[in-house]
């Protein structure tokens, strides 16, 4: 609103473009004889005016029936005129108020051509003026960019919305809003369970005081900025896919929708390729870090179509931790759902670190016979070293950790949780016909952890064989260092292999990089591989590596020998010592399977005399 | 055909109804003047039948434009009127010939009420009669059922189909064919590759005399009788899903598709389900046995529709092996996919049966220094007993094999191959939450063999160490058999699992005896299961069981430590090891990954003290 020549059809057309919705021209909706009479230099008398204002607010009710926002240009000058306006709306009306003084507006329409209303007219325009007691004024000799940019920061909308506020997306949004990023936040109602989530969470925090609440999806999204750019931090599967058919009733061409769950990279590819027949962008990202990490900054792994990648990079390289060097713990990782993959042997190699750290602990107490209280200490020591990492040093601080005189440890059931990550890395290695033996021995480990219980009765002890543990504390920690090169190494080929096998041209070194912050699996053997894989794409290829696993062989060796003594469960320590027997040595045994199946199936086998790779089938009956 | 009287009607309308196929009776096609005047007893010259033979003719035209076939009752006396009958069809006619005396058909006619013809016009219907040269003959006293099913019999028809002429698809025709059936053979024709191939094999066998050969899949479809049965010995996955695609053209309500290749149990519900919304019912079968199982009795595993397995039931019992009892190796395993399901854990239990073997091997041949011919003899002499099974005879039989004065098995290349079985068992252990241990470590053995080469600059040696080999024969022996129990432990935890999870109602002991013959996991082991799992549904609530673990785990403990010390690639003799570690000692691990989650993800955990499964979160930091 503004007298003739505040620029109102300028400014409301931009801010119309800006905010992608329909501008309205005030001046299109007089009779023909008001145009007249404007034209002939009389002014409008009250009457005059009602038939137009009438005629806007029926507009508006138009729009507002579709289910729309519109923006409108109207002089709109008495209040009177206003409440005729906004008459019976259910949407709220914002007023915008170009203001501005007599001497300016004149010399602004002096100059312009082709106007009916002769500049002779403002005088009674000025005098009709009443200003509004509520909205958004605005001075108009600011340049129209200056007018919109000040329009939208006092607009309440977005630049970023969030959906779902569990435990990792509350820290994703306050660690935005500490980036200055104005959020619309969105968690579903679940009536006795989940209300008004959204608004309590804003309130609880200082950092989201511009922040928006939503329960509703419609105004969720129809608050945030164009293109909305919104963040999925919900669960992943089937919950996935229903709540995308809702939002996107909602969405338009070139909105862009990031999935930070842990979806499966194959879902990733088919809802990418799903809403982008809408136009919709779709960006599978990999978030770790765990609740802390989410707040001061986690590892992402987003991949996707690259251009709406850019649009939104400077927001997650905002939030991401940073590596030694100051760089952003996130980089753009590859087509498709090549970031959720990642992300999945991310999770997978975690297993068996966890798996790896367990089966030491269980070696030095049951082994060894130390206390939870002096493996920790021994676990600080070496995580002064080439052997630091996140896992090893909370590990150490939980066998601190007390309740009265006991070990809170020794209060914590023996039965291990998995939520999908560790599972699909395992279908990953036997899709692809990578060997994750690590992996998956962890994997196995907390599957057994949880059924063993039924198998209590059979023949169950605890007693600690007399025996002594032969491996040392040192072969101890040896065998630790070189069973986790083995595990990366295996995680490594594996986003190998699939970056060849579905042409993703990943960056090994990159991703090796963007998780030495911020996320779990950090540490000084990650720093150590962002380098390697430089100039090369295999832990193998490294002669430091096939120093240090020649050098550790031996120790590893002992220690599972003495832990079989002990009857200690290992099988993460099992399955790297035999990972590298079978590549170490050549003592064959798939020639007697190649012969079975030659005998019993005539599936044919290649011979050692015969480098040209053809089959040959015998008779062996 | 045959004189007025001889049953044309009665026995064509049963023939088209057996046939599934329309009828037509050639004395509805008469104009009017020809049944008054045969009414008021004069009989027809040649010139009345003209029209009314072409009348016929014309209508069996039209049914073959259709592309379908019929059965026609018509006198059809002279060869002149059958010339005219068959004149410009593209069909084959196959003329039946009621053939019987005069008295006898006198007699009947006599008998019959509202009949057109007076009964003294027979004996001008025998005076023109001219028995056909060729077509089948019947002698019209027989009763209806006779005549049917002698003519049933000439029929250029098949009881049953089967597609795909591969090394097992053939087994299974050619052990039909000697159990009675009269078979059609389809195999898809691809220029210069596989051309003629159905004829090609039916004229190689003796037993074939009766099958036809087929490289057109309709004419293939409609030379099978109502309803059709067909077998579908095709290569699993997306070919399947293209040749039901193309068959399901030609196929009608109520005819029974059975697919025998490995396809995946979700598939086989898929395609089920989709198929039966055209009335078609779909079986999925597991078989096994290799190229002479298939031959002379395979293990066979159907599941779907119980109605339509009662169908075809007979076929598959009489073809497959019989059981000590004489009883047949099939059973009906349950509803959906559950045969493809067995069949599936059957291949990884056999993966990991057979990598035992090799690893028995390798550690006899490298760490006690016997020769492949002494290890023959050892494992003839274990196959006397409790251990034996199919795989470990042909396996002494494999170790005889030689190539001039070299071993056979020294010529062969040391890299397994996979077909998909033992990699999908590893998928659903990891879906279900089973740790198939044993089998996952037997395919990560084959996937290992297969890339080891990549890493063969890696320090790779075959020096075998000077320290003697501490675990005797006898420890090999018993370590072997109880690696073995643990396999089929896991194997049939996952089936129990999995039942349990689809509601199957599966029988366990029921599939442990189908597999006791015909199939290559067939041992004296598989006999014990069969017995056990009546009363229980677990090995490890057998007593024996319990007995033989515990006895054999000191020996199976001496032979793991012996091969690590020897570098000896066993994965599946430490899955063993390391399984029971687990289940009979009390050496906790899990809490450790369970305070780890619940300290960077808050995952929270149970308690030891709080038997109610309650979730406790500790604030670590």
Redesign the interface.
């Known amino acids: 609103m503004g007298v003739s020549g505040s620029g109102k059809t300028t400014i409301g057309k931009l801010l119309a473009e800006t905010l992608n919705i329909d501008f309205f021209d005030g001046d299109d909706f007089h009779s023909e004889e008001n145009v007249k009479k404007m034209a002939s230099g009389s002014p409008l008398n009250d009457s005059d005016r009602e038939n137009w204002l009438d005629a806007i607010n029926s507009k508006a009710k138009e729009i507002i029936k579709k289910n729309k926002s519109a923006v409108f240009a109207c002089s709109a000058l008495k209040e009177a005129y206003r409440i005729i306006l906004e008459k019976d709306l259910s949407f709220k009306v914002l007023w915008i108020y170009l203001k501005g003084d007599f001497d300016f507006i004149h010399q602004r329409i002096s100059e312009r051509k082709g106007h009916f209303m002769p500049p002779n007219l403002l005088k009674s325009q000025f005098e009709t003026l009443e200003e509004p007691i509520k909205g958004i004024f605005v001075n108009l000799e600011s340049q129209p960019e200056e007018i919109i940019s000040f329009i939208m920061s006092k607009l309440n909308t977005s630049e970023f919305g969030l959906v779902g506020l569990g435990?990792m997306g509350k820290s994703l949004a306050r660690n935005l809003a500490k980036n200055g990023v104005k959020l619309s936040l969105y968690n579903r109602h679940v009536v006795g369970l989940e209300e008004n989530i959204a608004n309590k969470f804003i309130e609880q925090y200082s950092e989201l005081e511009h922040a928006l609440g939503f329960e509703d999806l419609e105004k969720f999204v129809n608050a945030i900025q164009h293109p909305r750019k919104i963040f999925l931090m919900i669960k992943a599967g089937h919950e996935t896919d229903v709540f995308i058919d809702q939002i996107k009733l909602f969405l338009e061409k070139g909105d862009i929708l990031i999935d930070g769950g842990n979806s499966h990279y194959k879902d990733t590819k088919r809802r990418m390729d799903s809403l982008l027949k809408d136009g919709i962008h779709f960006i599978g990202t990999g978030v770790s870090g765990?609740?802390?990490?989410a707040l001061e900054g986690p590892s992402i792994m987003p991949s996707g179509d690259f251009e709406a990648y850019k649009k939104i990079s400077n927001y997650l390289n905002n939030i991401a931790a940073k590596d030694k060097n100051g760089e952003s713990c996130c980089t753009y990782i590859g087509p498709e759902g090549s970031g959720h993959f990642i992300k999945m042997v991310h999770n997978g190699i975690e297993y068996a670190e966890?798996?790896l750290?367990?089966?030491t602990?269980?070696i030095l107490r049951?082994g060894k016979g130390l206390e939870p209280t002096e493996i920790s200490s021994l676990f600080k020591s070496w995580s002064n070293g080439e052997l630091k990492s996140?896992?090893l040093e909370?590990?150490a601080?939980?066998l601190l950790?007390k309740e009265g005189d006991q070990n809170?440890?020794?209060?914590?059931?023996?039965?291990?949780?998995n939520?999908g990550t560790g599972?699909w890395t395992?279908?990953a290695g036997?899709?692809l016909?990578?060997?994750?033996?690590m992996i998956?021995?962890a994997?196995?480990?907390?599957?057994?952890?949880?059924?063993?219980t039924d198998?209590i009765g059979?023949?169950?002890?605890?007693v600690v064989s007399s025996i002594d543990f032969k491996a040392s504390e040192n072969e101890i920690k040896a065998a630790y260092q070189l069973a986790r090169i083995l595990n990366h190494q295996q995680g490594f080929s594996l986003i190998k292999t699939a970056s060849d096998h579905f042409n993703w041209n990943l960056n090994l070194s990159e991703i090796a990089r963007i998780w030495t912050n911020g996320c779990?699996i950090r540490s000084v053997l990650m720093e150590k591989l962002a380098e390697i894989f430089k100039n090369s794409s295999d832990v193998?290829e490294n002669i430091d590596f096939?120093k240090e696993?020649?050098n550790n062989k031996s120790a590893l060796?002992n220690v599972?020998?003495s832990s079989?003594?002990k009857?200690?469960?290992?099988?993460s320590h099992?399955?790297a010592?035999?990972?590298l027997?079978?590549?170490?040595?050549?003592?064959?045994?798939?020639?007697?399977?190649?012969?079975?199946?030659d005998?019993?199936?005539?599936?044919t086998?290649?011979?050692?005399?015969d480098s040209s790779g053809k089959f040959y089938h015998?008779v062996?009956?």
């Open positions: 435990v765990g609740e802390k990490g966890m798996q750290i367990a089966e602990f269980a049951y996140y896992l909370i590990t601080e939980i950790k809170l440890i020794d209060l914590i059931l023996d039965k291990a949780g939520k599972n395992t279908v036997t899709e016909g990578i060997p994750v033996t998956t021995s994997l196995f480990a907390r599957y057994l952890s949880s059924i063993k198998y059979i023949n169950h002890h605890s779990i193998f096939i696993m020649t060796k599972c020998k079989l003594e009857e200690l469960p290992i099988p099992l399955a010592i035999d990972y027997n079978v590549l170490n040595n050549n003592f064959p045994t798939a020639n007697i399977i190649q012969a079975q199946r005998f019993f199936g005539a599936h086998y290649q011979r050692v005399d015998t062996w009956e």
